[in-house]
């Protein structure tokens, strides 16, 4: 990380907690009660106007199960900042990001989807990828690969939305 983009992260968020990332990009620890007004400063103060992804880790067996990544793009400055955010296994859920970052919709929605996080006024959170439905999240480490037919589901969900527009005026 350059010295310039920390300084200008460290006058946005006072006391930002760095964590060591692999790709060596600036990586901030942030809490989920932090998280919206994080994103915001970092918009409005330093100058990351865009969100390039949310994604997540799921690190079952382990606790906090799920870390929620975001990652930001300053085009003006040429650098980026991924905030991540530990989530235990029984309270997957965060504040949705979309009112700051309207392209954050369909990067949640696949959130939900694969993974099962529960993002709060989001306002459309369903299924992106897979059928409306499909009783799994396919991302996760529990994931059950033996003993589901996604294929029987996928054929039924598009055999009911190939009706449903057959018969749409």
């Given amino acids: 990380m350059s010295a310039t983009t920390r300084q200008r992260l460290e006058r946005a968020l006072e006391g930002a907690r760095f964590v060591e990332s692999r790709d060596g990009m600036p990586t901030l620890e942030v809490e989920r009660e932090q998280l919206i007004a994080t994103l915001r400063k970092l918009r409005d103060e330093a100058g990351f106007t865009s969100l390039t992804f ?15 990544h975001h990652q ?48 709060d ?28 037919e996604p294929d029987r589901l996928y054929r039924e969900w598009d055999r009911d939305r190939r009706q449903a527009s057959e018969c749409a005026p």
């Fill in 72 to 119: 930001l793009l300053s085009i003006e400055h040429c650098d980026r900042v991924r905030l991540q955010t530990e989530l235990p296994g029984e309270d997957e859920r965060l504040p949705s990001c979309r009112e700051l970052f309207p392209g954050a919709s369909f990067m949640e929605r696949e959130c939900f989807d694969m993974f099962g996080i529960q993002f």
């Fill in 54 to 68: 949310v994604t997540a880790i799921d690190r079952y067996p382990k606790e906090p199960r799920l870390t929620v």
């Fill in 121 to 148: 006024g989001h306002g459309d959170l369903r299924r992106l990828l897979m059928p409306p439905g499909y009783l799994h999240h396919p991302l996760r480490k529990d994931f059950p690969h033996h003993g589901i």
